[in-house]
C-alpha cells in the first residue's frame, strides 16, 4: 500500500496521528526498560520500516536515541543511507545530534510531538532542519499528540524524583 492509497482512506492529520501512535508504543517500551520514554518510527511508502526507543543505558551508549537507532534500521532496510522518502515520527523534538543525523540521511520530512526547551535542534533552541545554511532540509510537523508525548515524559520523571526521594 503506498502513502497515496492510504491518504486516500485517511486525511493527513489522521495520518500523523496514526504514526505517532506508534512511536508512543516505542516511548512505552523505553520507559518500562527505564529509559527516558522517546519512541520513533520512521515510514516509507506506507509502511514502517523502523521502529525504535532510547536505548542509552541498555547499550551504554550515549548516541543510542530513538532517531539514532530507527535512522540505522532504515538505512538497513532500505539498503543505503539516503532515506530521502521516508517520514520520521518521534515523540520529542529532536536534539542537535539527532538533527544532525536527520539531515544527513536526507530524510525530507520529520513529525514530532512534543517540544523540547532544553535540548531541542528543530524549533526551540536551534532551527536546525530548516537552517538555509545548510544543504539539505527538512518539512516539519510539530505538535502531532503533543500533550500524550509530553505527559509519558512528565509521568517518567515525576517518577524518578518520587523515587530518588525514598
Same mark, same amino acid.
Given at each position: 500500500?503506498?502513502?497515496? @492509497?492510504?491518504?486516500?482512506?485517511? %486525511?493527513?492529520?489522521?495520518?500523523?496521528?496514526? /504514526? $505517532?501512535?506508534? =512511536?508512543?508504543?516505542?516511548?512505552? &517500551? =523505553?520507559?518500562?526498560?527505564?529509559?527516558?520514554?522517546?519512541?520513533?518510527?520512521?515510514?516509507? %511508502?506506507?509502511?514502517?520500516?523502523? =521502529?525504535? +526507543?532510547?536505548?542509552?543505558?541498555?547499550?551504554?551508549?550515549?548516541?543510542?536515541?530513538?532517531?539514532?537507532?530507527?535512522?540505522?534500521?532504515?538505512?538497513?532496510?532500505?539498503?543505503?543511507?539516503? *532515506?530521502?522518502?521516508?517520514? &520520521?515520527?518521534?515523540? *520529542?523534538?529532536?536534539?542537535? $545530534?539527532?538533527?544532525?543525523?536527520?539531515?544527513?540521511?536526507?530524510?525530507?520530512?520529520?513529525? /514530532?510531538? =512534543?517540544? @523540547?526547551?532544553?535540548?531541542?535542534?528543530?524549533?526551540? &533552541? /536551534?532551527?536546525?532542519?530548516?537552517?538555509?545554511?545548510?544543504? +539539505?532540509?527538512?518539512?516539519?510537523?510539530?505538535?502531532? &499528540?503533543? @500533550?500524550?508525548?509530553?505527559?509519558? *515524559?512528565? %509521568?517518567?520523571?515525576?517518577?524518578?524524583?518520587?523515587?530518588? !526521594? !525514598?
Amino acid at each position: 500500500m503506498t502513502d497515496s @492509497d492510504i491518504l486516500g482512506q485517511f %486525511e493527513l492529520p489522521q495520518l500523523h496521528q496514526m /504514526y $505517532m501512535q506508534m =512511536a508512543l508504543q516505542q516511548a512505552e &517500551l =523505553a520507559a518500562r526498560s527505564d529509559e527516558v520514554p522517546v519512541g520513533a518510527v520512521i515510514v516509507r %511508502e506506507g509502511s514502517i520500516i523502523a =521502529a525504535a +526507543h532510547n536505548q542509552r543505558e541498555m547499550l551504554r551508549d550515549p548516541t543510542a536515541h530513538a532517531e539514532m537507532i530507527a535512522i540505522t534500521q532504515a538505512a538497513e532496510a532500505v539498503g543505503g543511507w539516503r *532515506l530521502e522518502d521516508c517520514i &520520521l515520527y518521534v515523540t *520529542l523534538e529532536p536534539c542537535p $545530534m539527532c538533527a544532525g543525523a536527520i539531515l544527513q540521511a536526507r530524510i525530507p520530512v520529520v513529525v /514530532y510531538g =512534543a517540544r @523540547d526547551p532544553k535540548a531541542g535542534a528543530v524549533n526551540s &533552541l /536551534y532551527e536546525m532542519l530548516s537552517d538555509s545554511r545548510l544543504n +539539505h532540509r527538512c518539512e516539519v510537523v510539530s505538535g502531532v &499528540l503533543q @500533550d500524550r508525548c509530553g505527559q509519558v *515524559l512528565t %509521568e517518567f520523571f515525576r517518577q524518578r524524583r518520587a523515587e530518588g !526521594k !525514598k
